[in-house]
């Protein structure tokens, strides 16, 4: 039979009286759910890993440039800059979640493979987040993949509570809701603790609440790939925090109920039309014209 679950609350609910932990009772529910067998789903997910990898490996090759031109090769240019200057702002390892978020960012802008985690559009934040995270810490690639069954599971409530679509609830459904999958799947990294893993991916949302969803010309390059850099740093931070104890006072479901609302009350122009905020600046115009004009 069938697993179901809504809310975080009745995940949770399921998971204590499993007795296994959030990740190992994902990996059950999806085999559950797919008629197959747990390893399957594990090899499959693995898939999921490389894929994500060979986008980081492949944005960081070369300088990516997009149709439209907009976006120019970004993670190249730190990675050129931080290499003949050694200067780093805070460490190397910030740098480093940086330029892997902006390489998967800029290979989904100039049509390259990705896996949309949850959407294209936030593509960067669980690569350049979760993973960068792993690898500087040196953890097991079996931990690394149990994590994003984490991201999964926190990312299919977001999906029966509201949605994960910046044409719906703007990008705090998107670049939002990979930030908060992302916190809560990297706490799984160091910790079981399916309370630590909530508060984490509730800090992430709300500190993204009410971020409109307004690409220039409509194309998910810009502000979309800085974004998304933006949502992997708010998930370690957010992380950081909750492995520390420090919890969350509002459920995740209901700051997800909460996006939701602000969602339904955001114009249209804020979701996904190309016709509101930073699309409508008089630069966005002139550049969409130059485009157009090509
Ligand atoms: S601004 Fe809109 S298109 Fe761009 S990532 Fe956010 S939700 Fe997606």
């Known amino acids: 039979m069938k697993i179901k679950f809504k809310s975080f609350a009745e995940l949770k609910e399921k998971v204590s009286s499993s007795g296994l932990t959030l990740s190992t009772f994902l990996i059950h529910y999806e085999a559950i759910n797919e008629g197959k067998e747990e ?6 997910m693995d898939k999921t890993l490389s894929a994500m ?12 440039v997009s149709k439209t031109g907009f976006v120019n090769g970004w993670a190249y240019q730190l990675k050129e800059y931080i290499n003949g200057s050694n200067f780093h ?13 902006l390489a998967v960012s800029e290979m989904n802008a100039c049509m390259g493979r990705i896996v949309a985690a949850p959407t294209a559009g936030s593509c960067g934040v669980l690569p350049g987040s979760l993973i960068t995270v792993a690898k500087l810490k040196g953890v097991d690639r079996r931990k690394l993949i149990e994590a994003l069954f984490v991201a999964g599971g926190i990312g ?17 459904a998107e670049v939002g809701a990979a930030s908060s999958m992302s916190a809560g799947a990297i706490v799984s990294l160091f910790s079981d603790d399916i309370d630590k893993i909530e508060s984490a991916s509730a800090f992430a949302l709300k500190n993204v609440l009410g971020l409109v969803c307004d690409p220039i010309g409509g194309f998910v390059e810009i502000p ?22 420090i919890k969350t006072l509002i459920p995740l479901d209901e ?11 955001m114009p249209l122009e804020l979701r996904e039309t190309g ?20």
């Open 89 to 101: 702002l805070l460490s190397p390892e910030f740098t480093e979640v940086i330029l892997n978020t």
């Open 39 to 44: 390893e399957f789903v594990i090899s499959k």
């Open 53 to 64: 990898e060979e986008s980081i490996e492949k944005g960081l090759k070369n300088k990516n």
């Open 275 to 294: 016709e509101g905020g930073l699309a409508l600046t008089e630069t966005a115009k002139r550049l969409l014209q130059k485009f157009k004009a090509k």
């Open 255 to 265: 700051v997800i109920i909460a996006m939701k609302r602000i969602g339904e009350r």
């Open 224 to 245: 979309c790939i800085k974004r998304n850099v933006m949502g992997a740093v708010n998930a370690i931070a957010s992380a950081e925090m909750a492995l520390a104890g």
């Open 156 to 172: 299919e409530v977001f999906q029966n509570l509201a949605s994960l679509s910046g044409a719906r609830h703007g990008c705090q």
